[in-house]
């Protein structure tokens, strides 16, 4: 009888103490709820147990009952801004929130530019200075976990354990953009409490962050949905494993660099007189190689010094867009896959003689860009650490013999691999955003686009499908702000096509869904860099757009914006919406930028006037234009500004494929 009732007694205390809230990550110390709010909170607690939530703002309780598999959520209403406040949970045992502030929360999600921290992998301007001085107790961050799922997730991965105060030892890991976009508004609107979740990663597409539900809306995205929907992860990988091979083999036989398993254009004896030449580096798209996905081989022959002769080398060739092969004198001494990845491969010294050497690149490009791209001083031999010589290196970048050999868009490109592959679509919102739902916000800002820039006119309708999708799933019309892509890449000479002018033109045009605004960046970019530094810009320019669109300060917000056109004789005249404080340049230089065409859809470089709010642009090569292109490039040059500052936004009045 005492061993049973000893028993019972024991499982009693089990249970109570078992008997305890467990909440998602998203819900920790140091959180900012939104204000004057019906806030959703929710968790899982024992299974049908009264669960009781109090507030201290208010010492209200609410109270619900666990469903059969232990979950619950109860709305609790917020006061204005202010704390720090303490919840307090209880189901038989208490736990408490505490430092808890009521404020603005706003997501902050894209890819890389949007994750790009103060310092570390990325570090802004003046970054040093930026980190000593960002002592906000009422800013809190949440660093969400780069992970993918293929199916909604319930709760987020969060290794740093929850919100985090912003202050010099919390600031540097986190998105530069949110931060200094969040900074600006606090500073800007009496110092309310602001909360930022940072759940973005870099080189992601934009149908990965949308929901399967809604992504089988579009037609392109269908089968990819369905097919994560319905088959197990084991079943993907091995259809995945099984497609691939199918693709490589088809690849292989199509590649006439390739013979019976034979590297026949690597090999130091192979005759590349009757190849083109290239200089290098550059992507192949401004090289001559316009519109090009696939396969290309590029071949240099170089002279080893003497007495480098049986010493282990450094072979350096920048960073290669997409994957690539590299050789040398025939013998495979490297490879590597992804984009953004600078390439320095060891040449074992017993390929090392001195002579004629022939280093060949197989470079393998799946979209947008493609080949070599950085500066020529990436691009060099020289001898192994350790080493020396009277020769410190062998210069590489210039000409270079290339052939191309497999088009992608002729033979297909490879299939993705699914093992925490983010760029597959709907694993980011299963993970990222999912859990995040239905979290009280205000908004979000998005950085996105370069990795869907070879598809800018899917964009115009999966961009907004995917804002529209977010605001599905909170069942709120929050307001969306977004940046437009940055100027990068090498200039061009002569006006001409880019994809990345169409993604823009895809972000513009998505400004008709209501309650978008854009930061335009086209002036604060940088060719050599896909990620530039200036990110106070970047979330300074999309605070303006939240402070005057959804705070209702009375700013200028925008820069000018194309509205209409009308044809005058051999001239062209524009009008813009956004032309605060008049149209200027802001170098107060003649307008650049601007290029017009007559009915031949040939492009020649534009004279361009400021006339009132208006612009005038014609062209003496041009006796009968129909059509104007303003700052279409990837890195165009241009000066069109308002009285504000604000840069005019990219645009065309043509609509040519």
């Not at 040398?328 to 320095?344: L, M, P």
């Not at 290339?402 to 592959?421: C, I, L, R, W």
């Not at 009375?554 to 509205?563: A, Q, V």
């Not at 492009?603 to 642009?617: L, M, P, Q, R, T």
Request: hydrophobic share 40%.
């Amino acid at each position: 009888m005492k061993k049973n009732l000893f028993s019972i007694m024991f499982l009693l205390i089990a249970v109570s103490l078992s008997a305890h809230i467990q909440l998602p990550l998203i819900f920790t110390d140091n959180m900012v709820l939104q204000q004057q709010s019906e806030a959703p909170i929710w968790g899982k607690a024992t299974p049908n147990h009264k669960v009781e939530i109090t507030t201290s703002w208010n010492s209200e309780t609410y109270r619900t009952t666990a469903g059969p598999d232990g979950s619950w959520i109860v709305k609790v209403q917020t006061p204005v801004a202010g704390g720090p406040y303490a919840i307090t949970f209880s189901d038989g045992k208490k736990l408490v929130l505490n430092n808890v502030m009521i404020g603005e929360v706003w997501i902050c999600s894209g890819q890389s530019n949007m994750e790009m921290p103060l310092a570390g992998w990325g570090q802004v301007l003046n970054y040093e200075q930026e980190i000593a001085n960002a002592n906000y107790p009422d800013i809190r961050l949440l660093q969400v976990d780069r992970v993918t799922s293929n199916r909604p997730e319930y709760d987020l991965k969060v290794s740093t354990g929850g919100w985090q105060v912003c202050s010099p030892a919390t600031i540097a890991g986190f998105s530069s953009t949110g931060y200094f976009f969040g900074r600006n508004l606090h500073q800007n609107m009496k110092n309310v409490p602001v909360g930022l979740i940072n759940t973005s990663w870099g080189g992601t597409i934009a149908e990965a962050w949308t929901s399967g539900e809604t992504l089988k809306n579009m037609p392109d995205f269908r089968d990819a949905v369905q097919r994560i929907e319905t088959k197990s992860n084991e079943e993907i990988l091995q259809l995945y494993r099984q497609e691939f091979k199918e693709w490589n083999t088809r690849m292989i036989d199509a590649d006439k660099g390739i013979v019976d398993n034979r590297v026949v254009w690597a090999e130091s004896a192979f005759s590349d007189s009757g190849w083109q030449e290239m200089q290098l580096p550059g992507f192949w798209e401004e090289k001559g190689l316009a519109d090009f996905d696939g396969v290309a081989w590029f071949r240099k022959t170089v002279d080893i010094p003497s007495e480098w002769n049986g010493k282990e080398l450094l072979l350096n060739i920048g960073a290669v867009d997409d994957n690539e092969i590299t050789y040398f004198n025939g013998v495979e001494i490297g490879k590597t896959d992804g984009w953004n990845v600078i390439r320095t491969y060891k040449v074992p010294a017993n390929l090392v003689k001195s002579g004629k050497a022939v280093i060949t690149v197989r470079v393998a490009d799946t979209g947008g860009n493609g080949g070599f791209h950085g500066d020529k001083e990436s691009m060099r031999i020289t001898l192994s650490a350790g080493l020396s010589g009277n020769s410190s290196f062998i210069e590489i970048a210039g000409n270079w013999k290339y052939k191309t050999t497999v088009d992608f868009k002729k033979s297909g490109k490879a299939p993705q691999s699914p093992e925490n592959n983010p760029n597959r679509p709907t694993v980011l919102f299963n993970a990222m955003i999912h859990p995040i739902v239905p979290y009280a916000i205000k908004g979000a800002i998005w950085y996105q686009g370069e990795s869907n820039a070879d598809r800018a006119y899917q964009y115009r309708e999966l961009f907004p499908l995917m804002i529209r999708d977010w605001r599905k799933q909170w069942n709120s019309n929050f307001p969306f702000y977004f940046v437009q892509l940055a100027n990068f890449m090498d200039v061009q000479n002569e006006p001409g096509e880019s994809d990345w002018a169409e993604l823009r033109e895809a972000q513009l045009q998505t400004l008709h869904l209501d309650h978008t605004g854009m930061a335009v960046t086209i002036d604060i970019g940088d060719a050599r860099d896909i990620h530039p530094k200036d990110k106070q810009g970047v979330g300074n320019r999309l605070a303006l757009a939240a402070r005057a669109l959804t705070y209702d300060q009375k700013i200028t917000y925008s820069g000018p914006l194309y509205r209409l056109y009308t044809l005058e004789g051999n001239k062209i005249r524009i009008a813009f919406d956004h032309t605060d404080g008049g149209l200027k340049t802001k170098d107060n230089q003649p307008l650049k930028g601007f290029a017009i065409a007559g009915p031949d859809h040939r492009f020649y470089w534009a004279d361009a006037v400021i006339e009132g709010n208006e612009i005038v642009v014609s062209s003496s090569k041009v006796l009968f234009p129909v059509a104007v292109r303003y700052a279409w490039g990837n890195n165009p040059i241009c000066n069109l500004y308002n009285g504000a500052g604000l840069p005019a936004s990219p645009f065309r009045t043509d609509d040519w494929k």
